[in-house]
């Protein structure tokens, strides 16, 4: 009866070893970013209209997380020590912008004295 216990709770605990990522992704404004594709490694998912996504991982632990969509900045490497479970992530990416600056040149040739 010990014998099936522990094989019982290994069993459970092995199953319970998944670690959740529930995140969403937002722009600087606080905006939802749809569509923009998050990965860990080799396991990706596409965020919802919403900015949601939904993410998991075998095992709980120090991971990477990575997050790309067209007009955003490439979020890259960003730390995230996952646990058992669910993990409630919030990805901000910023939008390129690019910046224009003008530069206003005016010339006066100098007076000629005779």
Do not use: C
Request: aromatic letters at 8%; charged letters at 20%.
């Amino acid at each position: 009866m010990r014998w099936l216990l522990a094989l019982t709770l290994s069993a459970v605990a092995a199953f319970g070893a998944v670690a959740r990522i529930r995140g969403r992704v937002i722009d600087e404004t606080q905006a939802a970013v749809p569509a923009a594709r998050v990965w860990i490694g080799e396991r990706s998912t596409v965020s919802d209209q919403t900015g949601a996504f939904l993410l998991e991982l075998d095992t709980a632990g120090e991971y990477r997380i990575n997050a790309q969509k067209q007009g955003f900045f490439l979020l890259r490497d960003r730390p995230l020590a996952l646990v058992e479970g669910d993990n409630l992530v919030t990805l901000v990416m910023n939008h390129q912008r690019e910046q224009f600056e003008s530069v206003e040149v005016s010339y006066s040739p100098p007076a000629v004295n005779q």
